[in-house]
């Protein structure tokens, strides 16, 4: 990978030969683990501006209707978060010359709040391309990271590094945006006085060499010769309040959009078919009458069968559903396309053919896009001869992918199965990994949250949900924390287990797969993205840190792990404790600046008032833990959470503790089930009683 300067540009299809479709990563760590940034794509014309309001992309409007762009969401990594954005570049359109990314933040943070903010494009094998790092960040709450722009007949890629003290909003309007409220905390301050800061006003553009947004060299000082000139910033915003949507004049020339909220539904400029999450009222006489299913499973007796139907199932219905078949390929590669699919397909391979269970085929322009597929349900394991062979296949006949399929959920740094590729052939193939939690999250988040265009499309994919989700189907995702479990929960119980054991990191391992399905089912219920958080710094090595929590959990006997939600500043953090056996969630919520102690306590009983009454609270103080109790005992007396010396209260730690299942599978007395119960009871039965908390913290940033 080459890495760039800022100012610097480099042309995409002189890295790579397979530039024609690229993914965008824009990412960034954080010592609390809750830092976030929300990423946006600008599609300008010759003039540097928006044709329309289709093209701007953000989380409300995460996809372009020909395919060009495509937000793919966020992916944890071991450092932090990584937003990724698919980008198809022979399906942009001839008007437009630029892709702008950027990222902002909200809430009143800034920029300078993260870490290790990087910008990598990757061609569509997924090698990584071309890098480029920001630093310096500080009172910013918008960037421009980069740009993709065309030369001639080539794609170029610039390093921009671009910062805006005023947010989204003011970013959005340098390229003819017209805003129609301010959501995301206006400027640095976010006092949202109705008056503009400077950033983003009508002033005469800057000269060369004269200081941009928030300090930064203008456009015209960055030494990128051959760059599209930039585009002037435009008239003023005026921040304040949110405010309804405006009435669109459509002689003004400008393509609003609204401000930045946390928790709206998508945006898109085409009407979206969702199903209601309550079923309308059965028919049915009685319990035992089932309703007819469009993938039947009771029928299904060994592996194999659930091999072949799963595969079946799946494919067709990608072909199908545009947007769940470019959801699930885009990540891998895939151009945008007609999409079609086939199983069972023989391929010459030594002395006998080979039949991999599935192939996703796609056509764009003229040109096809091959993935084989290999799939395994129940728990199976994957076989790393037979992903082997597909490899050595797909590389001979010029295929592009091998997709791996199985309730397992892959991991950074922890390969699913251990292939060779041979550095002497000049094809590349990819060999990816997708867990059945993945396909069902993102059907959940299709069919409930983001919608799709046509209704029978709707019931098509909540048809494989309930197949995905059918006891027998066998597509249940991560179900085992494997054969470690046992015996490292016995040495932790009768203190047997030494430091350095290596099934302790088995077991640290399947933890973490564990926590990123809650994760997934959790995101899908909720329509927002739920993310392990990761404290380790940025090229920090997976397995050195994994083997430094196993450490941790022999010498300790618990195993941790963090996770938030979208749109939320809260942490949860869950541990399981093997030694006394006890799932423990807590989150920590900081008290209201000025307000007196037990002002803050009374109003933090009442926003608890639905919540368990085993719901443990305890006050934080600078010296450490302050009074606590349960909030049975707490409603009463919430003076019974003052510390006694008065001493000043920081916060409070909300905790729920929750009987641990032993059996290392996924059954009423398993381990994971019992994890997945408490991380959900926590969040229905906690956390989302603390919308109120959130929103007044963050107007005070």
């Not at 990412?27 to 701007?56: H, I, M, Y």
């Not at 503009?196 to 010769?225: F, W």
């Not at 082997?388 to 699913?416: F, P």
């Amino acid at each position: 990978m080459q890495e760039i300067s800022k100012g610097a540009n480099v042309s995409l299809t002189g890295l790579s030969e397979d530039a024609g479709a690229v993914v965008v990563s824009l990412s960034w760590t954080s010592a609390s683990g809750a830092g976030d940034a929300d990423v946006s794509v600008l599609l300008l014309d010759e003039n540097g501006k928006v044709r329309s309001e289709n093209d701007f992309y953000f989380y409300n409007n995460p996809a372009a209707d020909d395919g060009s762009v495509q937000l793919l969401g966020k992916t944890p990594t071991d450092s932090g978060d990584e937003d990724r954005i698919g980008v198809d570049l022979t399906a942009v359109a001839d008007d437009v010359v630029r892709i702008v990314v950027a990222a902002s933040r909200y809430g009143g943070a800034t920029f300078g709040d993260l870490d290790d903010l990087r910008m990598t494009v990757a061609d569509r094998s997924g090698e990584a391309l071309v890098g480029f790092s920001i630093e310096g960040a500080g009172v910013e709450t918008a960037f421009i990271f980069g740009e993709l722009y065309r030369r001639g007949e080539e794609w170029k890629f610039r390093a921009v590094g671009q910062g805006y003290e005023t947010g989204l909003a003011g970013l959005a309007t340098d390229f003819g945006i017209d805003v129609d409220g301010e959501g995301d905390g206006g400027g640095a301050d976010g006092d949202g006085d109705g008056e503009a800061d400077g950033h983003g006003s009508a002033e005469a553009p800057a000269a060369a060499g004269e200081p941009g947004p928030s300090g930064a060299p203008s456009d015209a000082a960055v030494p990128a010769t051959d760059a599209p000139a930039p585009a002037v910033p435009p008239a003023d915003l005026a921040a304040g309040s949110p405010a309804p949507p405006a009435a669109v004049d459509p002689a003004a020339g400008a393509a609003p959009v609204p401000a930045q909220s946390r928790g709206r539904g998508p945006r898109t400029t085409r009407k979206k078919v969702t199903l209601p999450k309550v079923a309308k009222k059965s028919l049915a006489e009685n319990d035992s009458w089932r309703t007819a299913r469009l993938f039947p499973v009771p029928s299904l007796k060994s592996d194999k069968e659930r091999e072949v139907r799963a595969t079946s199932v799946l494919l067709s219905v990608m072909a199908q559903v545009p947007e769940l078949g470019r959801r699930l390929t885009a990540a891998f590669g895939a151009p945008a396309g007609r999409m079609q699919t086939f199983t069972e397909v023989a391929l010459p391979h030594g002395d006998a053919p080979k039949r991999p269970d599935g192939v996703i085929r796609v056509e764009r322009a003229g040109k096809l896009w091959t993935a084989l597929v290999e799939t395994k349900t129940n728990g199976n394991p994957l076989k790393a001869e037979q992903v082997q062979q597909y490899m050595d296949i797909a590389a001979r006949r010029g295929y592009e992918a091998v997709i791996t399929l199985s309730n397992d959920v892959a991991l950074e740094g922890a390969a699913m199965v251990d292939v060779k590729t041979d550095g002497r052939r000049k094809h590349k193939v990819s060999l990816w990994h997708l867990s059945w939690a993945e396909v069902a999250h993102q059907a959940q988040m299709l069919i409930r949250h983001e919608g799709v265009g046509i209704a029978a499309h709707a019931w098509l994919l909540q048809e494989l949900l309930e197949y995905l989700q059918h006891e027998h189907s066998g597509c249940h995702g991560f179900q085992n924390m494997g054969p470690a479990w046992v015996p490292v929960r016995n040495g932790i119980d009768d203190e047997t287990i030494g430091i350095g054991d290596a099934r302790a990191v088995d077991v640290v391992e399947s933890w973490e797969r564990l926590i990123r399905q809650v994760c997934l089912r959790l995101g899908g219920e909720l329509g927002q993205k739920a993310l392990p958080v990761q404290r380790a710094r940025r090229g920090s090595d997976p397995r050195a840190r994994r083997v430094a929590a196993a450490g941790r959990l022999c010498a300790e006997g618990r195993l941790a792990a963090e996770l938030r939600i979208d749109g939320t500043s809260s942490v949860i953090a869950v541990v399981a404790d093997l030694r006394t056996m006890k799932v423990r969630t807590s989150v920590d919520v900081p008290a209201s600046e000025g307000a007196y102690p037990l002002a803050a306590a009374k109003r933090l009983i009442r926003m608890l008032a639905e919540a368990p009454a085993d719901l443990h609270v305890q006050s934080l103080v600078e010296a450490g833990n302050g009074p606590r109790g349960t909030l049975e005992r707490l409603r009463p007396e919430p003076g019974d959470l003052l510390p006694a010396d008065g001493a000043p209260i920081a916060g409070f730690r909300l905790t729920l503790i929750k009987g641990m299942g032993n059996t290392r599978g996924n059954t009423e007395s398993g381990f994971i089930r019992s994890v997945d119960d408490a991380v959900d009871r926590f969040y229905h039965g906690v956390v989302a009683h603390l919308g109120a908390a959130e929103a007044r913290t963050g107007r005070r940033g």
